[in-house]
């Protein structure tokens, strides 16, 4: 059975310290990307007009949209006009201009002309809910069409608005404790090199006596 050396033992450490540097580079430039987009997108203006490439995102307060949405989900609205939503459809809209209320509901009805007043307006219901709402939703309250939502990431979301101060911090630690690991492997890399470059000056002179 073939024995390992050691200057294969170094090599095989030299090459996991180069892989530890680059997966903990990416991850630290990652996390910055992360954070950076994460500020923007979850930014505390309300705006229904304010998005990030045509999207918004609004957190799940009630149970109406059970199972397909629970409190605390986050859903991503993509911002879109009247003409490309169709019934099954899930919708964020505005129910009251005198309210700063969203709610997110699935489209039953869509009414083209309402009244002849060629405004488009939908009948929604939430798909928990007995009954359909008692209001119809005109387009111009419609903030646009739900494309995907991710369970839970409310409660993350106002963590992070409440406590900002708790991500930044953790986040230096990561940043300071990859960068002592770097260091430590970098460290631990030279001192096998020097050995091996002591071993094999002691193996010439040893040759050459």
Known sequence: MKETTQDEKNAEVSVAARIFNILSTV?????????????VL??????????????????????????SYEVGDVVF??????????TGDVITFNPSADSEAYLTHR??????????????????????NDSEDSFLI????????????IPKLGYIIRFVQLRWY???AI?????????????YFKAEDD????????????ANSEKNE
């Open 27 to 39: 991850f630290v430039y990652l996390l910055s990307a992360c954070i950076l987009i994460g500020a």
């Open 166 to 168: 708790y991500i930044v």
């Open 191 to 202: 001192d096998r090199k020097l050995d091996a470059t002591e071993g094999a000056g002691e």
């Open 107 to 128: 489209v039953t009805e869509k009414i083209e002309n309402y009244e002849d007043t060629g405004v488009t307006c939908f009948r929604t219901k939430g798909d928990a």
């Open 42 to 67: 979850f930014a505390f203006d309300a705006s229904p007009t304010k998005s990030i490439f045509g999207y918004r995102y609004y957190t799940v307060l009630t149970p109406s949209m059970s199972p």
């Open 171 to 183: 986040t230096v630690m990561i940043i300071v404790f990859i960068y002592l690991l770097k260091r």
């Open 138 to 149: 005109d387009e111009d309250r419609v903030i646009g069409k739900v494309v995907f939502g």
């Open 77 to 86: 609205v993509h911002i879109e006009d009247s003409d490309t939503i169709n």
